[in-house]
Structure formats: C-alpha cells, structure tokens
C-alpha cells in the first residue's frame, strides 16, 4: 500500500509541473511574438521604403511566375520559366542603381557565356567524339581560371563582380550541358529569354514603381554628415566655457567616422542610375566621395577634440574665448556649406571669408600661446592640453577649407543654381588687442 501511495504521488506531482512547463513555454512563445511584432513595427517606422521595397518584390514575382500559370507561355518555355523567377529573386535590391547593375551584369553575362558556351561546344564537336570531352573540360578550365583571376581587379571588383560570378556559371551550364543533349542552342535561347525577361521586369517594376535611388541617398548623407559634424563643433565651442562631462552629439561624430564603406556603395549604385531629377546623366558622383573622405578627416581631428571637453586643466579666459568661438564660427561655415549641398545651390562666396577670419584668429590663438599670457598657469600639464587643442583646432580650419573647395567644385560639375534664400552669416573679427568679437549679422545672398 505504501507503494502504490508513493506512485499516485509521483503521479500528482508530475501533472502540475508538466502544466507548469507547458505554460512557461507558451509565455516564452507569446514574448517572443511580441518582440517580432516590436521589431517588425520598428524597422518599418525607422524606413517605410523596406516595406514598399517588400511590397515591390511581391508584385516582381507575382508576374514572372505568370510563365507557370499561362499555358501558351509554358508550353513555348517549359521549365526554362523557373529562370525567370530565379533572376527576380537575386536581381532586385532595394535601390534602382543596385538592381540595375545586377540587372545589367547578369544579362550581359548570360549573353556572353551562352555564346561563348556554345563556341566552344561546337568546336569541340569539330575535333571528333574522343576529343570532345577533353577539349570541353580544357575550356572550361581556361574560362574559370581567367575568370576568377579578372575578379581580383579592383575596378571589376567594385562593378562586375556579379557579372563575372554568372558569366563562369552560365558558361559552364551551356557547355557542359552539350555533351548530353542535342538541343543546346534551343536549351540556351530558353534559359536567356527567361533571364531577360526577369530581369526586365525587376528593372520596370523598381524604376517606375515608388523608386528608390542610391544617388539621392549618397546626397542627402554627405549634406547630413556635414551637418553633423557642424553640430558637435558648434556645441564643442559652447562646452569650452563651462564643465561637459559627455558630448551629447558624440553618437552623430562616429557615424560621420564609421561612413566610407556605406558611401563607396552608395556611389557604386549610383553610376549604375539614369538621369532623373536634379540628377543628371553621369553625375559627378567622385565627387561626393571626395566631399566624404574630406568631412571624415575632419571629424577624426574633431574628435580628439572631444578629449578636452572631459579634461580638469582649464585655459585663461581670453585663450578660451578664442577657442571657443573658433569652434562655433567653423561649425557655422560647415551647417551653411551642407545646407548648399542639400539644396543643390551654389555656396556663396563668404565661407572662403569665413574660413581667413578663423586663420585670423588661429594665428591670434598662436601668438597668445607663445606669450607671458600664462603667468602662473605655466603648468605643463596645464598648457599641452590647450596647445594640443590649437593644434587640432588649426588643422580643422584647413579641412573647412578643403571642404569648401571641393563642394564648390560640386557645384560646378553639377551645375548648382544660385540659391535666393537669405543666409545669415557671422564673422569673426580680432582686434588690435587680440579681442574676439563677433561681427554683425549679414544678410547675403548666398550664390
């Protein structure tokens, strides 16, 4: 009887904690619903294009797999059609540029490939059934060895490197396939059709269907990158005449620093786009590649910067005042040079002005160093930091400079027009007694 009591117990005992596990798991099951669900609202917010982009996708296979459903289309294509769907499936990206270039790579390589395949197909039928193989294998070997070793050129690299991927594998497809079927060339036409075909329709669909271009992108992120990095300089000039533990703009400083990779494939696609909108046929899009490699040097002197904000040792107040107006004009100068990008409008001519008042007082800054202004602050663990920080502060004002030099150029290539708007600008103007003072506030005509 005892053991039948210990039993029934153990059998009581089981139920409830089976229950238990069973409802911790559906609680688990429901969190993590609900975490999809956070993130599935969170992505679509942050870009509602990926949804449009998703949508679009839909819609591309929807009509390729139109070869499946209609009878005439299969009957003259066969199971060649899957092709078309297989295109659609690695051809669309999310912005017109990257499509296009898939788009372009991958029919001028299946073009290519297929005759070439069938070339070397016919000619080693030519040598006789004994050497087919041999020849056939030789080819092939050839082609990828070739190919592969053309892939490592940076150029190819950069834009073709797709095209080369598809162009080994169609070619290999189209000549291997020789020694085991008669029909190679009906086999070719299919398979090259059904490519086209899908890759047409990747490019309609993109181009005229909520388009998203890469051009415009890599526009709008020089202009934000710009604006960024004026933002920390403007609030770094605020920070140096009172304690900041931790600048609020750092975060916005090391996207502008971590920015190449995504701006080389921004221009990549954007070479691939046609004309459109203020974006004209073969747009200087080197250009803004330079633009960014120039705003990244600065910021990564901008950025050490940073370091001075946290540090304990503080400078006289005229070389303070100094730094920190140094500071406020160059952001100022690099806001107004990214509003000219934005905008697609000329820089006006002060900038250039802007940036000789701040070699000005950069030289001011230098002088006030080298004299007895310290005093009793002759501190060596007082004066490096400030010095270092003049130095930065120097080299700064020549990447403003560079900057502008090659925004202006921008708009040259680009033909910019001259903007109407009102820009206000502010000067710095160092006196005899090497007093900063602010300049009136002029309204110029920017262009």
Known sequence: MQIESENLDKKVGFFPSGWMWIKGLIEKLLAKLREIAKQTEKTAKDDPRRLIHSLKVGVALTLVSLFYYCQPLYRSFGVSSMWAVMTVVVVFEFSVGATLGKGLNRGMATLVAGGLGIGAH?????????????????????????????????????????????????????????????????????????????????????????????????????????????HFLEGFGEGCLRTIEESDNLVGLNTVLDSKSREEILANFARWEPGHGKFMYRHPWKQYLKIASLTRQCASRVDSLNAYLNSKSHAPKEIQ????????????????????????????????????????????????????????????????????????????????EKIADAIDELSSLANFGNGNDVVTLVGIVIDGSDQVKKGQSSDLQAG
């Not at 690299?157 to 085991?180: E, N, Q």
């Not at 160059?330 to 409008?345: D, F, I, N, Q, Y």
């Open 122 to 230: 016919y000619l080693a039928m030519v040598a006789g059934k004994t050497c087919e193989p041999i020849l056939i294998g030789l080819f092939v070997f050839l082609q990828a060895v070739a190919s592969t070793f053309i892939r490592f050129f940076p150029k190819v690299k950069a834009r073709y490197d797709y095209g080369m991927l598809i162009f080994i594998l169609t070619f290999c497809l189209v000549a291997i396939s020789g020694l085991r079927s008669d029909e190679i060339i009906e086999i070719a036409r299919k398979r090259v059709l059904t490519i086209l075909v899908g890759a047409l329709t990747c490019v309609v669909v993109s181009v005229f269907v909520c388009p998203v271009w890469a051009g415009e992108d890599l526009h709008l992120l020089v202009a934000q990158h710009l604006d960024k990095l004026g």
């Open 321 to 400: 005042g100094i730094i920190a107006s140094m500071s406020r004009e160059s952001g100022k100068a690099l806001r107004e040079l990214s509003l000219a990008v934005e905008t697609m409008t000329r820089p006006s001519p002060y900038p250039n002005c802007h940036v000789s008042s701040l070699k000005a007082a950069s030289k001011n800054l230098n002088s006030l160093l080298k004299s007895e202004l310290w005093g009793e602050h002759a501190n060596l663990l007082q004066v490096i930091p400030v010095a270092a920080v003049a130095s930065l502060l120097d080299d700064t004002v020549t990447s403003v």
